[in-house]
């Protein structure tokens, strides 16, 4: 249920759903949630969702990949790459977007990427650049070329702030959940209309 009737008609890509939770290891909500990067388990188990399907349970040949325990500088790429991901998407116009945009570009201008004709269909393989943030680029670049990026959102309650995929056909989804914080919204906001007085009251002055 998405709260405002309308009809869901999407699944999640695996690519959405490894990039929300990157992005949900943030510190946010209210009380705050702690930065799960921090956690090494819980670190190596979000990024090892960006790991390359043919890797298996070892790491790659030249010892790059964190299949375990992410080093610090590493994790201090993502943690930046997180926090340009999050401008993008709580951008509040087109403009703001776009220069968004612009300032990951240039701040990720250190990844290239080359197209590859060895199998049946064209590939992308990435020649510079850290593999772990490639892998996240180019699982953001997947979703813009599929046209599915606008679905990744910010949950409108500024108690939660959780990022979700919007499967409603028209993307109008404000909540991540409407039946916590759509509905906790929608009763905060009868209560400041049946009590107006009150809630001007409990405004700072």
């Given at each position: 249920m998405?709260g405002?009737?309308?009809?869901?008609v999407?699944?999640?890509?695996?690519?959405a759903?490894?990039?929300?939770?990157?992005?949900?290891?943030?510190?946010?909500?209210?009380?705050?949630?702690?930065?799960?990067?921090?956690?090494?388990?819980?670190?190596?188990?979000?990024?090892?969702?960006?790991?390359?399907p043919?890797?298996?349970?070892?790491?790659?040949?030249?010892?790059?990949?964190?299949?375990?325990?992410?080093?610090?500088?590493?994790?201090?790429?993502?943690?930046?790459?997180?926090?340009?991901?999050?401008?993008?998407?709580?951008?509040?116009?087109?403009?703001?977007t776009?220069r968004?945009w612009?300032?990951?570009?240039a701040?990720?201008?250190?990844?290239?990427?080359?197209?590859?004709?060895?199998?049946?269909?064209?590939?992308?393989?990435?020649?510079?650049?850290?593999?772990?943030?490639?892998?996240?680029?180019?699982?953001?670049a997947?979703?813009?070329?599929?046209?599915?990026?606008?679905?990744?959102?910010?949950?409108?309650?500024?108690?939660?702030?959780?990022?979700?995929?919007?499967?409603?056909?028209?993307?109008?989804?404000?909540?991540?959940?409407?039946?916590?914080?759509?509905?906790?919204?929608?009763?905060?906001?009868f209560r400041?209309?049946?009590?107006?007085?009150?809630?001007?009251?409990?405004?700072?002055?």
């Amino acid at each position: 249920m998405t709260g405002n009737g309308s009809e869901r008609v999407t699944r999640v890509p695996a690519a959405a759903g490894a990039l929300m939770a990157l992005l949900n290891s943030r510190p946010h909500a209210v009380p705050v949630l702690p930065d799960k990067l921090a956690d090494p388990r819980q670190a190596a188990e979000i990024l090892g969702a960006f790991a390359p399907p043919d890797l298996g349970d070892a790491p790659d040949p030249a010892g790059t990949w964190p299949t375990r325990e992410p080093a610090v500088e590493r994790l201090e790429r993502v943690r930046a790459l997180r926090s340009d991901l999050m401008a993008v998407v709580e951008a509040a116009d087109a403009e703001e977007t776009a220069r968004r945009w612009e300032a990951l570009t240039a701040r990720t201008s250190d990844h290239t990427f080359v197209l590859t004709f060895a199998g049946p269909t064209p590939g992308v393989r990435q020649v510079s650049g850290d593999p772990l943030t490639g892998r996240i680029l180019a699982s953001v670049a997947e979703l813009v070329r599929d046209g599915n990026w606008s679905r990744i959102r910010v949950c409108g309650s500024d108690a939660c702030r959780g990022v979700f995929y919007d499967t409603t056909r028209n993307r109008t989804q404000r909540w991540h959940s409407y039946e916590l914080c759509g509905n906790r919204a929608n009763v905060a906001a009868f209560r400041a209309r049946k009590n107006p007085a009150s809630t001007a009251a409990a405004r700072p002055s």
